[in-house]
């Protein structure tokens, strides 16, 4: 008998969306060293300088670009329009979707441990038949995130396709 993980969401958002999202983005070939803290932090005090900014919530988007080959990380705020969107930001739209939100609690420098058991226990237990169609998830950044320390309200969530 498979023993079945105690790993579970936060929640489940439904229907989401759609999102608009500006920010900077940047291609990563696998295997390269990866500091998309600094992607994010690093250019995103711009972010109160986006206009039509939604909330305070900074997201770090990774998209499988070309598998085993190259990954895109996208980090920007949600807005209302692209209208007046300066350079050099580039925007993403991710559709209507609904999500598995996990809470991630410890440093920033431990996420991929939690990655490993969304991707590893729960995703295979939970949702087997969209192993392999998932090309994206996107880690939500509160108020309550000290960028400083790398700790506090972060949040993984992963689409149901």
């Not at 410890?106 to 969304?118: A, C, K, P, V, W």
């Amino acid at each position: 008998m498979k023993k079945k993980s105690l790993f579970l969401p936060e929640r489940i958002e439904t229907n989401i969306g759609p999102l608009l999202m500006a920010g900077f983005s940047k291609k990563y070939a696998f295997g390269s060293s990866l500091n998309t803290e600094d992607l994010c932090f690093g250019s995103m005090p711009l972010s109160n300088q986006i206009p039509g900014k939604i909330n305070n919530f900074v997201y770090r988007l990774t998209f499988d670009t070309d598998p085993w080959i190259k990954m895109e990380c996208f980090c920007g705020v949600e807005v209302q329009s692209l209208e007046r969107l300066p350079a050099p930001l580039t925007y993403k739209l991710l559709n209507r979707n609904n999500y598995a939100v996990f809470y991630h609690i410890g440093h920033i420098s431990t996420m991929r441990r939690t990655f490993d058991l969304i991707k590893n226990q729960w995703f295979p237990e939970s949702y087997p038949s969209l192993i392999g169609s998932v090309n994206y998830f996107f880690e939500r950044y509160g108020e309550g995130y000290n960028k400083e320390k790398g700790i506090g309200d972060i949040e993984i969530w992963v689409p149901l396709i």
